[in-house]
Nanobody, 123 residues
Framework: VQLVESGGVLVQAGGSLRLSCVGSGFTFDDYAIGWFRQAPGKEREFVGAINLSGGNTHVPEFTDRFTISRDNAKNTAYLQMHDLKPEDTAVYYC??????????????????WGQGTQVTVSS
């Protein structure tokens, strides 16, 4: 089982970035995908999640700037970020959860995790 994030780079404030998360070794479309991030010196936090089919997303804190999507034919989920700010600097992780619903923001509910990809936003 593997989740691999990619797309993290150094970007200027105001820029956009799309992260990808490719799953393998499990039935990708049987799992909701969540995105989390961890900034230096801070705890890992929930960014958002998408349900199994991709028809429902939950991005409670970043609705105006971040969008989550998925392509089950490619076993890939995406985190599209716009108007990036220096405070968005963090390691971004994707994770797989076999349940989408209340509690989707709880990290303990996730079965598989990627290794993370670094996003750095310069001012």
């Amino acid at each position: 089982v593997q989740l691999v994030e990619s797309g993290g780079v150094l970007v200027q404030a105001g820029g956009s970035l799309r992260l990808s998360c490719v799953g393998s070794g499990f039935t990708f479309d049987d799992y909701a995908i969540g995105w989390f991030r961890q900034a230096p010196g801070k705890e890992r936090e929930f960014v958002g999640a998408i349900n199994l089919s991709g028809g429902n997303t939950h991005v409670p804190e970043f609705t105006d700037r971040f969008t989550i999507s998925r392509d089950n034919a490619k076993n890939t989920a995406y985190l599209q970020m716009h108007d990036l700010k220096p405070e968005d600097t963090a390691v971004y992780y994707c994770a797989a959860n076999d349940h989408y619903g209340p509690g989707i923001a709880d990290q303990m509910g996730y079965d598989y995790w990627g290794q993370g990809t670094q996003v750095t936003v310069s001012s």
